[in-house]
């Protein structure tokens, strides 16, 4: 295609921009440059302090405002001839529906999140629009076209669970059991244990951007005279107790959200339990990273979820064993997933916050499965990336779709390659999302509820918002806030019964038919009774959608 | 690293930075002293990204009077006439600059760079130069490395959808990650004179064909005494008969210069792929950043990257008996 026709291809085109946040910055200004006239921008997020540093189109002065629309009115400025849309609303929000997204000729994705990426490939998949998707993380970034019938879809290969989190998320509102973790390891282990002069979120409180943070630092200096059971307590009630407190009084917080717990340790353990704990045997093992608050508390399992009042104990003594036994450390430690002490410090205050926020406890053995990274991330890849996604967009408007690239960008080089193109994969022909495989289940039906089966299957692993299952021509279940009272009721009285118990029971050999109406993906599951088990509430774990095959437990 | 503390304005606006690169790696940012020699799409890219990084100052020179054909990819002069008529691009680049960062001293400095006094160079400790003659790239780089400090020189330029990122850090030490720890590195650059004056069938087997394209493009403009980007598909018999007294010279098949590629960069002319210029621009910042905070490897001593086949690729053309 001459140039004369590739700048008409870009001059006529429609174009969806999904999210105004690092990637969404420099792609749309990348944009405009290129000659881009018709951009529309999705963005639910409002600016914040710590974009700036890559956000370039954001100022000190615009904290608080949409993204969409600051980055709109600021791109303007300097190319005031072009069309910009922005919307400040979720792009889950049924007004974003297929024939919402058939108006465009390619969709650009600059999301910080697997949820929204999902749903994003499916209503492309439905409208039948082609998909240019792209993510960062530090200096590692990647761009991948997603066309329908040529290419693989988002989904077509499982995604690792993403490993990044708002910030806001992990220290005001976790809803998740990962949120504490990375609460325990990056900003509390971080701040009891590691470099004292580090940046820490630990008290940073979203709506409260007052410096009322700075004082509480103090609380973390042990006295002279303070014997470790002591420091412990002030900690334990400091940041389980008086902190969640304070959050609890911003009341916009938690509007729709539920109200955490303030935990207090004398509400947790007897007097008498707290003054001995530990104490009870002397834990005899040299000082290394061997040295274990589990061992000397008894607690031998690590494949056992321990209760509050466990981690409570568990809390206390790893913090006692750090002071006592590796004093030398402290001030310098970073978390390792290899140091045992670590381990279970970060595993007994994640669980202990989790209680707070009515978070299912997890074991250590998962915690330590779950702790991974925040990497943040950084200007020039984001704005490498974005140069790439509009190369590959352009490709996509002119048809010369033999010529797009999947392209990764690397922080070492591969055969002298920072930037290395890679052909697009084929679709996965059994992929649940773009074909008709069925996928497999393979479950207790006489332990599992059906909430479990919604929660754990539905929403979680299928990334379906509203979904509705049917068992041939019977409706079982129907998500959404717009349902008949007594329909709802309905639905609500089957969701706590197990799967061969519902009006239309479901056994081996059953089939469901799953759907989300808004994402127009509806998928047949086949159900497998597997009685051997155990209980169904914390075992659906894994789901290996390339296999097509959903199973249960099995560790 | 010894030295005053980040102030607490600077770590809340690059906490997510300094989780990427340390506190170290941002102190030396911020003392960092950057000159800018020439504006276009790719350069105000790199500016924009050291800025938001947090270097210590950015000093920009180019004194050319904004024209129609000058905003092209830049993001940072707004499409107004009454806005930018009259007044140079440094003093506009600068203005926007300012904006994205408070805790930066961004500057604009009158002048030619190529004709500067030394001893202005001592002030900075990266030189980026870009939109001039190889003669005056040449020239700086020189006078980068007679100074008694060690004066990083970047040269980087567009043509099309190509770019080419020269790099000369000199005599430089840095700590190599391992898997156990990290070990001190040297490594040696030569000089652009140096390294383009390496005869070609001496080169690393498979280089970039686009490194002889720039070279048989530099040479064209250079002995036509055009601006750099003076092009038109005209010039295509011309260049051609350039490439084939370069090649016979080097012993080089011509069909390692592609007739196509240089027919590109020729019908472009001065005219960017606007796309190119974050992807160019970014991988320098990275680069800027790299070398000085000490952290990561950094690139030996080109790079390369052309939309046509979207590959990013590092040559390494240093010949260390020739230094």
Redesign the interface.
């Known amino acids: 295609m001459d140039?004369d026709s590739k700048t008409e291809a870009i001059k006529r085109a429609k174009v969806l921009m999904v999210g105004a946040g690092g990637i969404g910055c420099?792609l749309l200004?990348?944009l405009?440059?290129?000659?881009f006239q018709d951009i529309h921008i999705i963005d639910m997020d409002t600016i914040e302090?710590?974009n700036?540093?890559?956000q370039?189109l954001f100022?000190?002065s615009h904290v608080g405002q949409s993204k969409a629309k600051v980055a709109r009115d600021v791109?303007l400025?300097?190319?005031?001839?072009i069309c910009i849309t922005p919307y400040h609303a979720n792009v889950k929000d049924p007004e974003f529906n297929v024939d919402f997204f058939k108006k465009f000729n390619v969709i650009l994705n600059g999301l910080d999140n697997l949820d929204a990426r999902r749903h994003v490939n499916r209503l492309c998949l439905a409208a039948e629009v082609p998909l240019v998707e792209s993510g960062t993380t530090?200096?590692l970034g990647q761009v991948t076209v997603h066309i329908k019938g040529r290419t693989e879809c988002y989904e077509c290969q499982p995604k690792p669970t993403p490993k990044t989190y708002p910030v806001c998320t992990i220290t005001s509102t976790p809803s998740k059991f990962v949120h504490c973790i990375v609460w325990a390891k990056d900003l509390l282990f971080a701040k009891l244990f590691g470099d004292r002069?580090?940046?820490n979120?630990l008290f940073v409180h979203t709506g409260d951007g007052s410096d009322s943070v700075k004082p509480t630092d103090d609380i973390f200096e042990r006295g002279l005279d303070e014997v470790p059971v002591q420091y412990g307590r002030k900690i334990y009630d400091h940041v389980f107790g008086y902190n969640i407190e304070v959050a609890l009084a911003n009341e916009e917080t938690w509007k729709n959200r539920r109200r955490p717990r303030p935990i207090f340790l004398g509400d947790v353990l007897p007097e008498k339990l707290i003054l001995q704990n530990g104490n009870l045997e002397k834990n005899c093992l040299t000082e290394d990273l061997s040295l274990s608050a589990m061992s000397s508390l008894g607690l031998n399992n690590p494949q056992e979820i321990w209760s509050l009042a466990e981690n409570s104990r568990l809390f206390l003594e790893a913090l006692r064993l750090f002071i006592e036994r590796r004093g030398k450390d402290i001030g310098s430690l970073t978390f390792d997933k290899d140091d045992q002490l670590a381990i279970e410090f970060v595993t007994a205050a994640a669980n202990i916050r989790a209680s707070s926020f009515g978070i299912p406890l997890h074991s250590l053995f998962d915690a330590k499965g779950i702790a991974g990274n925040?990497?943040?991330?950084?200007?020039?890849?984001?704005?490498?990336i974005?140069?790439?996604i509009?190369?590959e967009a352009?490709k996509v408007l002119e048809a010369d779709f033999q010529n797009c690239?999947m392209?990764y960008?690397l922080?070492?080089?591969c055969q002298?390659?920072?930037?290395?193109?890679v052909e697009p994969f084929e679709a996965n022909k059994s992929c649940y999302v773009c074909s008709e495989t069925p996928l497999l289940l393979e479950v207790n039906t006489q332990t599992s509820t059906l909430r479990d089966f919604v929660d754990k299957i539905v929403k979680n692993k299928l990334g379906m918002s509203f979904p509705l299952i049917m068992q041939g021509a019977i409706l079982i279940f129907e998500g959404g806030d717009d349902l008949e009272e007594d329909i709802a009721a309905n639905y609500a009285l089957n969701l706590d019964k197990v799967l061969t118990a519902l009006p239309a029971p479901v056994t081996s050999g059953s089939m469901l038919t799953v759907e989300d109406l808004q994402q127009e993906l509806s998928c047949h599951i086949n159900i497998k009774h597997r009685s051997l088990l155990m209980l169904a509430s914390e075992t659906f774990s894994t789901c290996n959608v390339a296999s097509s095959k959903l199973q249960e437990g099995g560790v | 690293m010894d030295g005053e503390e980040l102030t607490a304005q600077q770590t809340a606006l690059y906490d997510r930075q300094i989780r990427v690169w340390g506190v170290d790696a941002q102190k030396r940012l911020s003392k960092a002293q950057i000159l800018v020699s020439g504006l276009n799409g790719t350069s105000v890219e790199f500016c924009k990204n050291i800025v938001l990084a947090g270097v210590g100052s950015l000093t920009l020179m180019d004194d050319r009077l904004v024209t129609e054909d000058a905003l092209q990819a830049n993001f940072l002069i707004p499409r107004d006439e009454t806005v930018y008529s009259g007044r140079s691009l440094s003093e506009l680049c600068c203005e926007s600059l300012r904006d994205f960062n408070p805790m930066v001293r961004v500057l604009a400095e009158k002048g030619d760079l190529a004709q500067c006094e030394m001893e202005f160079l001592d002030k900075f400790d990266v030189v980026v130069v870009t939109g001039c003659s190889l003669k005056t790239k040449i020239e700086i780089n020189e006078k980068c490395r007679k100074r008694a400090k060690r004066i990083a020189f970047y040269a980087i330029e567009c043509r099309d959808s190509c770019g080419e990122i020269f790099v000369d850090l000199q005599n430089y030490t840095y700590a190599q990650k391992k898997s156990d720890g990290t070990a001190e590195c040297h490594l040696s650059y030569p000089s652009l004179e140096d390294a383009i004056l390496i005869p070609w069938r001496n080169l690393p087997r498979k280089v970039s064909k686009l490194y002889f394209a720039m070279r048989v493009i530099e040479k064209f403009e250079l002995s036509e005494g055009r601006n750099p980007g003076e092009l038109s598909n005209f010039d295509l018999p011309a260049v051609l008969k350039q490439r084939k007294e370069l090649c016979d010279a080097q012993s080089l098949n011509e069909s390692h210069v592609p007739e196509t590629l240089l027919e590109r960069i020729l019908v472009a002319g001065p005219m960017l792929y606007p796309p190119v210029c974050p992807i160019l621009g970014g991988i320098l910042g990275q680069e800027v950043i790299k070398a000085i905070s000490g952290k990561g490897d950094p690139l030996k001593n080109f790079f390369y990257f052309d939309a046509a086949d979207g590959k990013g690729v590092i040559e390494d053309i240093s010949n260390p008996s020739s230094i």
Not at chain 1, 32 to 35: K, N, P, R, T, V
Not at chain 1, 374 to 384: C, F, L, P, Q, R
Request: net charge positive; aromatic share 6%; charged share 20%.
């Open positions: 140039s420099e200004k990348t405009a440059l290129s000659g302090v710590s700036l540093n890559r370039f100022r000190q791109v400025r300097f190319m005031p001839r530090g200096f002069n580090q940046e979120d925040i990497v943040h991330a950084v200007a020039t890849t984001n704005a490498i974005a140069g790439l509009v190369i352009i690239r392209t960008c922080e070492h080089p002298k390659m920072l930037l290395m193109p």
